[in-house]
């Protein structure tokens, strides 16, 4: 399993201003994901984070928009620019831990509330 | 493109009743299909999953039956506490591709 500590658990910010979320695991992963889960709406997969090698975004999401750092296999960073009320959402760190057979299962923080003004 | 549709919520039950949280998926193939749930506070967390047809995925009381014939994965448990007060998410994906998420189900357990 993984703990994923992430921070800060919510904000309200101005529009304009720029945010950057914080996601701590507590072992080292290969593969982070960072989601989007706008009101009323399903988890969105924004970009995938991998150590030493730029994030891959899904379409739909920009670097310029939603810079991604991952300088270690244990912590990643989301910032999201120049915000406006749209950009109100629950932002949310996902790893995947290697299971035995094979496949992978994702484990989730407990996401990043932002609303924006 | 793959899809999730699950039942909307908000879903609100007196403890000990009978829970079902319908989900169906449009994919072409045959992807592996979860159940997450999000406690109030915290992060999702897998509930169960099925990889292939006909299986019963099943934890903390809850199942679900992959359902090849009917493109379904309904989420169901036989007498709901109101520790199970959170929202699910019906779930798929094809081998190590993303997660497509459902929009999700609150649930809400009244004693």
């Known amino acids: 399993s993984a703990v994923i500590s992430q921070k800060p658990s919510r904000d309200i910010c101005q529009r304009g201003t720029s945010l950057t979320i914080q996601c701590q695991v507590d072992s080292q992963v290969t593969m982070m994901f960072w989601y989007r889960q706008q009101p009323g709406q399903s988890l969105t997969l924004i970009a995938t984070a991998n150590q030493g090698s730029e994030a891959t975004y899904e379409s739909g999401f920009v670097i310029d928009k939603f810079p991604i750092s991952r300088p270690n296999l244990t912590f990643s960073t989301l910032t999201v620019s120049n915000m406006s009320p749209e950009d109100s959402s629950i932002y949310l760190c996902?790893?995947?831990?290697?299971?035995?057979?094979?496949?992978?299962?994702?484990?989730f923080g407990e996401g990043s509330r932002l609303t924006v003004l | 493109g793959n899809s999730v549709t699950q039942m909307e919520g908000p879903v609100t039950l007196s403890e000990e009743a009978f829970l079902t949280i319908n989900c169906t998926y449009t994919a072409t193939g045959y992807p592996s299909l979860f159940w997450y749930v999000q406690y109030p506070g915290e992060g999702l967390q897998l509930l169960l999953k099925?990889?292939?047809?006909?299986d019963k995925g099943s934890n903390k009381g809850f199942e679900a039956t992959y359902r090849k014939e009917t493109t379904s994965f309904h989420l169901e448990k036989g007498s709901v506490q109101v520790s199970d007060s959170a929202v699910y998410f019906c779930a798929l994906n094809f081998g190590n591709e993303k997660l497509t998420f459902g929009t999700g189900t609150r649930l809400t357990i009244i004693p």
């Open positions: 996902s790893v995947e831990v290697a299971l035995r057979q094979g496949a992978g299962e994702l484990f």
């Open positions: 099925a990889t292939k047809a006909d």
